[in-house]
């Protein structure tokens, strides 16, 4: 079985701290998406990365894929109270099947 | 604005109940999904339409029954549900290209609960 496990699965951290969350596995994936998810909405598409020790960045939020493309993370520099929300990986494996990580769920407090 | 709109937001239904869930998206893709989310559990992809034709089917139980009359059109048709099916109803699309991302976007979602 092909899994993406992420950690922290919590989170809790004052306005203006940095984070990292992490997305690993013992897949080789082609890609990794990830997405963010507030109460009551679908996820919203961040990024995808596609390049072992891809480095992307989004505003204060900074993606990297590991070299052997089996992992990720997501390092957030200032968390603001909007970042609040599940932060969820994912990749394909093969086909169209895509499979997510359960999720890190970030509480930033004012 | 994601582009993938889902009726209804919300459903309450009986176990003895029939109803249906409708996704539209706009976005010109070409594959579109379902996925269960339950409280503490991964998305669970249940169906995938490529082309309007079901490329997956994730041993999802037959009491739930999904219809893709054209690319831009997802249903998931529920009968006989238990109260274990209450969840929140993601639908996404993308657009597949080889060696593609695969990248989902993704609908607001139907939160059901089953009585």
């Known amino acids: 079985t092909q899994l993406l496990e992420q950690s922290p699965q919590f989170l809790s951290i004052q306005e203006g701290e940095n984070l990292t969350v992490y997305c690993n596995s013992s897949s080789v994936f082609s890609s990794l998406q990830w997405y963010r998810q507030e109460p009551g909405e679908g996820p919203v598409l961040l990024v995808t990365v596609v390049t072992g020790g891809e480095v992307k960045k989004l505003k204060r939020l900074t993606f990297q894929f590991g070299d052997a493309r089996k992992d990720s993370s997501l390092h957030i520099t200032a968390a603001q109270p909007g970042d609040t929300g599940l932060y969820l990986c994912?990749?394909?494996?093969?086909?169209?099947?895509?499979?997510f990580g359960a999720g890190t769920r970030l509480f930033v407090k004012a | 604005e994601t582009g993938v709109t889902q009726t209804p937001r919300h459903l309450v239904m009986g176990m003895t109940n029939k109803k249906s869930l409708k996704c539209e998206q706009h976005?010109?893709?070409?594959?579109m999904y379902w996925y269960k989310q339950s409280a503490k559990k991964p998305l669970e992809l249940m169906f995938v339409?490529?082309?309007?034709?079901?490329?997956e089917n994730n041993s999802v139980p037959s009491r739930f029954s999904p219809e893709c009359p054209n690319s831009s059109h997802l249903f998931l048709h529920l009968h006989t549900l238990q109260p274990e099916d209450s969840a929140l109803y993601l639908c996404?699309?993308?657009?597949?290209?080889?060696?593609?991302?695969?990248?989902?976007?993704f609908g607001p979602g139907t939160r059901l609960t089953v009585t």
């Open positions: 976005l010109g893709h070409n594959a």
């Open positions: 339409y490529n082309f309007k034709e079901q490329t």
């Open positions: 996404a699309s993308s657009q597949v290209t080889t060696g593609g991302s695969y990248e989902q976007y």
């Open positions: 994912a990749g394909a494996p093969g086909g169209f099947k895509t499979i």
